[in-house]
């Protein structure tokens, strides 16, 4: 069991033909039971060609209705992302995963419009993860995304990540103590973003294969708050929390586009104490996660 793919998921790659497609979409299919489960590529001009084997279709809604694919991943440029993320939508797919760092924030605003529009009109919801993260992974099954794959091993214990490097951070650390993951989700940086905190920590929670939680947040923005509220009245497992940026000053954008403190509780302290209020056992020392959380169990 896993939340959101498993073995048997079924993938579209969008973006293939460019470098950093081809690059990951090789990647992910050489671990575990990648080779079943990317299935397809997108890209109208070269509809018809293959990438290694992958058959190359004109748009997500054929490569879809072809292969029974129901998840895409999204490595397309800038520009044309949110079109991207659009398109996967309209061929109501379960899950899009953008990948794509530098989304105009308009953009994503006018997409996150539409999905809702869609989905209040009676639509199907397509859950978003991202932009601007590395996907995510079920170790030794499946890894949609740029996260390296041999730190990853199977176990029961979620990850969930705002950062991408922490993820990993947290990953290994979990390997090394011979604890392994059940799944790890990177759910990206930007201001506007699909999957948050709150939603994959339900997903976790209802996850019977998964006993505990590693969650990590960043400065600026209530997701963390929110989750943590959430999860006081609500979660059974016991969670390790840890916020990036202390020492971050007020006002200034650190790396991802939405750390950025506007003051109040968009702090990592406030954060913090929040997290520590709702029962979280929290660190302000990315190098303990792992060694806190055996602790727990």
Not at 121 to 139: E, F, H, S, V
Not at 206 to 226: F, H, K
Not at 231 to 252: E, L, Q, S, Y
Request: hydrophobic share 40%.
């Amino acid at each position: 069991m896993s939340i959101y793919i498993n073995k048997d998921t079924k993938v579209i790659t969008q973006g293939i033909t460019g470098k950093t497609g081809q690059f990951h979409t090789r990647g992910c299919r050489d671990y575990a039971n990648g080779r079943n489960c990317f299935v397809a590529g997108v890209n109208p001009k070269k509809a018809g060609e293959d990438f290694e084997g992958i058959p190359i279709y004109a748009n997500v809604s054929e490569a879809a209705q072809a292969t029974g694919a129901t998840v895409s991943v999204i490595y397309v440029p800038p520009a044309g992302a949110a079109a991207a993320i659009w398109e996967a939508v309209e061929a109501d797919l379960d899950l899009a995963i953008c990948i794509t760092e530098g989304i105009p924030v308009r953009d994503m605003l006018e997409i996150r419009n539409r999905m809702r529009a869609k989905e209040a009109a009676g639509g199907k919801r397509t859950l978003l993860l991202g932009p601007n993260c590395p996907g995510l992974i079920t170790p030794d099954e499946i890894k949609i995304g740029i996260m390296p794959g041999h730190i990853h091993r199977k176990g029961r214990i979620g990850v969930v990540s705002r950062s991408g490097t922490l993820t990993y951070e947290a990953v290994a650390q979990l390997t090394e103590i011979g604890l392994g993951q059940s799944s790890a989700v990177g759910i990206g940086g930007d201001p506007i973003n699909g999957l948050k905190h709150i939603d994959v920590m339900k997903a976790f929670n209802d996850d019977p294969d998964t006993d505990a939680v590693i969650m990590i947040g960043e400065i600026g923005g209530p997701d963390e708050a929110e989750a943590a509220r959430w999860c006081k009245d609500n979660m059974k497992k016991p969670i390790v929390g840890f916020i990036a940026g202390v020492t971050a000053p007020a006002g200034k954008r650190m790396g991802h586009a939405g750390a950025l403190i506007s003051g109040g509780e968009d702090t990592a302290d406030a954060k913090l104490a929040i997290m520590e209020a709702c029962g979280f056992t929290i660190t302000r020392n990315p190098s303990e996660m792992a060694k806190l959380l055996k602790g727990l169990l």
